[in-house]
């Protein structure tokens, strides 16, 4: 199990925006469970983009109006005799604060409402829902979530990421068909979080490093490589002609079971060994070393994986990273993996 306010660390690092001053006194609070940190997290920056203002959009809108204004609707107009009210159908842009992005805080906040958070935390969010009262609400289950930034939306950014992580962590369908609230983000969630925890983690502490999440070439023969999957890395660092690729793996379960033997996951073997052939290929030309790790996020399990492995010619190392400790003793494990294989 996962200390709550060691999310918030990841978060933080993950959305560096968590950093800045508004946000410091949810360091020093405790939380039950990660509804009631999304809560904290979320009552917060709203509150901050109030004191800059609601995001607004034109959003184009069609009514029957006495004082007509944009595009007239004639053939509209007469079939909903609009006319005879001596009025007409208009459609024009409004600039408006019922932006889509105002809609999804506003359904979060609600959701928020049924979840099992303190008091005082819902009644700071129904507060701050009576600044959203022009803003609709949208169904959780047809969010699109795939939104556009430019510069003025940026502060947008980690809100909307905090509302993604909120509905769909907070939400489980069951048998019968009907939602029902989870204490915990579920584990597709936590990995995409745990992955982007490690990379900020190395680019804020180790950026001579390089860590970025690149992609490989294949090493094709004849450079056909059409319908090939792309390979795109969790981690990887470079540093004086040594690449580490870590592949960052959040499971419930760590090693996988068949007649009784444990092994390592095949499917993320094969993966890690792939990466490392192909980016080994693509240095070839150099006396660059390439080596591999697996990186689990450690589980309960009476086994845990701790091994290297030595492929024809390159190490695969296969950790696991306690998250269930101090964050100073977190930090510790991540900084030991540097030093062990570039001796910083």
Not at 220 to 247: A, W
């Amino acid at each position: 199990m996962i200390p709550v306010q060691n999310i918030y660390y990841m978060l933080s690092y993950a959305f560096q925006v968590l950093s800045e001053q508004g946000y410091k006194s949810i360091e020093t609070e405790q939380f039950d469970n990660v509804a009631e940190l999304c809560a904290a997290i979320l009552s917060k920056g709203v509150s901050m983009q109030l004191k800059r203002g609601l995001g607004r959009e034109y959003l184009e809108r069609t009514e029957s109006l006495s004082a007509p204004r944009g595009r007239f609707e004639i053939s509209e107009s007469i079939k909903t005799r609009s006319i005879l009210k001596q009025q007409l159908v208009c459609s024009y842009d409004d600039f408006s604060e019922n932006s889509y992005m105002n809609r999804i805080i506003k359904t979060t906040m609600e959701l928020l409402l049924h979840a099992d958070i303190a008091k005082t935390r819902k009644k700071e969010l129904r507060k701050l829902l009576v600044y959203f009262c022009n803003v609709g609400s949208l169904d959780i289950h047809d969010i699109n979530w795939k939104i556009q930034y430019n510069r003025n939306n940026q502060s947008y950014r980690m809100l909307i990421s905090i509302c993604y992580l909120t509905v769909k962590g907070m939400l489980q369908t069951n048998s019968d068909g009907t939602t029902r609230l989870m204490d915990f983000v579920d584990e597709q969630r936590m990995c995409r979080l745990y992955e982007k925890f490690i990379l900020e983690y190395y680019r804020k502490h180790f950026p001579q490093l390089t860590p970025n999440a690149s992609q490989i070439p294949w090493a094709l023969d004849d450079g056909l490589g059409d319908m090939l999957p792309i390979m795109q890395t969790d981690i990887m660092l470079s540093h004086h002609h040594r690449v580490l690729i870590i592949d960052a793996k959040y499971y419930s379960h760590t090693t996988q079971v068949q007649y009784d033997v444990r092994s390592l996951h095949s499917g993320n073997l094969y993966q890690i060994f792939t990466y490392v052939k192909n980016e080994q290929a693509r240095l070839s030309a150099t006396d660059d070393i390439v080596a591999g790790m697996l990186l689990y996020a450690k589980t309960d399990e009476a086994v845990q994986p701790d091994a290297t492995y030595k492929m024809s010619g390159n190490t695969i190392t296969v950790r696991t990273l306690d998250l269930n400790q101090n964050f100073s003793t977190i930090s510790s494990q991540l900084d030991k993996i540097v030093e062990a294989f570039f001796g910083i």
